[in-house]
Each structure stands twice: as C-alpha cells, then as structure tokens.
T-cell receptor, first 114, second 113 residues
Framework: NAGVTQTPKFQVLKTGQSMTLQCAQD?????MYWYRQDPGMGLRLIYY???????DKGEVPNGYNVSRLNKREFSLRLESAAPSQTSVYFC?????????????FGEGSRLTVL | GESVGLHLPTLSVQEGDNSIINCAYS??????FIWYKQESGKGPQFIID?????DKRQGQRVTVLLNKTVKHLSLQIAATQPGDSAVYFC????????????FGQGTRLTINP
C-alpha cells in the first residue's frame, strides 16, 4: 500500500519556468490537499479538493493552480515560478470531508526556484 | 489573523523521561486539534487528535490535554525513546466545514542518550 505518492521529489527551476507537481493516493480518499512548508515554519494550505470535481483555495493560493484529475490524482501547477515559491510541497489526503479526520501526507517535493 | 503558536521551538530530554510539548492557540472557534510528528525528510504523520468537547485523550504512550480556558494544547510523550526525535506540530481546524488545518511552527524534540 503506497499511500500518497508525489513526483518529482526534487526539482530546480529558473524564474518564469512552469511545472506541475503530481500527487496520487491509493486509499480511495475523498479529500486531497496541497501544503507548502518553509524553513522553520509549519505547513500552509495552498489548495484543497473536498471531493472529485471540486477545488478551493487555502491560505496561500496565489501563483498556483490545481486540478483534481480524478478521485486518485490531484496536481499542483506553477505557471511562472518565482524564488518565493522555493519550498517543500506536501500533498495529503483524507477520508473525511468534515471537521475531523486524519491527513495522510506524501514524502514531499523539494522545489528550488533560482 | 489568528494562528497556532508554540511556547518553545526546541526541547531536549533524556531518554526514558517524559516529554511535554506545548501549543497555544488563539481562535476560540477552533473545535478540533491534531498533533503531527515529522521526521527528517518525511511528511508529517498523525499522532493523536482531540475534539473541543474533551479535555484529555490518551493513545499509546501519548496523551493530549486541551485547556480551552487558556487556549492551550499539550502533547505528553511517556518514556521518550530515540525514535521520538522529530519535529512536532499542533494543528487546529477553524470549523470551516472542511479539513482546513492551521499548523503551528513546530517544536523540535531531541532525545539525549
């Protein structure tokens, strides 16, 4: 059981380049999330998808777009990367769509924008 | 804006001792809290959760205490082991109808042999 799988694990971009982070979960979860984690800080929610076909903004959505491709997959796209988007990105999923429920996180994708 | 914070950024304990990690929150509307453990190079891992209608919940070697009067949350780890070395995050949900957690900055727990 792989859980939540993110690709790529590492990526270096130049300012202005675009890229997509891929995330897939095999737990048949309804909800999926993208967080970013900066040094010495907690995780901040970028976007989430409460169910297939729906997406909504989190705390820091500017500069990102997402696609809930199907129940398993949730991608995060940077259209024009900026140095401020250098971070570690975590995808997560959960069964619950309400207030309670454990989040299952991937291993993270480390992005550096030069 | 309101946020979750921590009293201490680092904590060092002797192996075998009990560890207490503290967390302050300021949003009185929060009704659900979770503790996560993050080992180096890995994603956060769920430890224990508690709803606002409870003041204590126990798991295996861990206990979470919630004091709504002073908006304080703590994680107690009994008989700390080397494998407990990690960064611990508390997170709260502002009852927004989805699992939109707000995470604290984290406390790094180091275990001394």
């Amino acid at each position: 059981n792989a859980g939540v799988t993110q690709t790529p694990k590492f990526q270096v971009l130049k300012t202005g380049q675009s890229m997509t982070l891929q995330c897939a979960q095999d737990m048949n979860h309804n909800s999926m999330y993208w967080y970013r984690q900066d040094p010495g800080m907690g995780l901040r929610l970028i976007y989430y998808s409460a169910s297939e076909g729906t997406t909504d903004k989190g705390e820091v959505p500017n500069g990102y777009n997402v696609s809930r491709l199907n129940k398993r997959e949730f991608s995060l796209r940077l259209e024009s990367a900026a140095p401020s988007q250098t971070s570690v990105y975590f995808c997560a999923s959960s069964e619950a769509t309400g207030v309670t429920g454990e989040l299952f996180f991937g291993e993270g994708s480390r992005l550096t924008v030069l | 804006g309101e946020s979750v914070g921590l009293h201490l950024p680092t904590l060092s304990v002797q192996e075998g001792d009990n560890s207490i990690i503290n967390c302050a929150y300021s949003n009185s509307a929060s009704d659900y809290f979770i503790w996560y453990k993050q080992e180096s190079g890995k994603g956060p891992q769920f430890i224990i959760d508690i709803r606002s209608n409870m003041d204590k919940r126990q798991g295996q070697r861990v206990t979470v205490l919630l004091n709504k009067t002073v908006k304080h949350l703590s994680l107690q780890i009994a008989a700390t082991q080397p494998g407990d070395s990690a960064v611990y995050f508390c997170a709260e949900n502002h009852n927004q109808g989805a699992q939109k957690l707000v995470f604290g900055q984290g406390t790094r727990l180091t275990i001394n042999p």
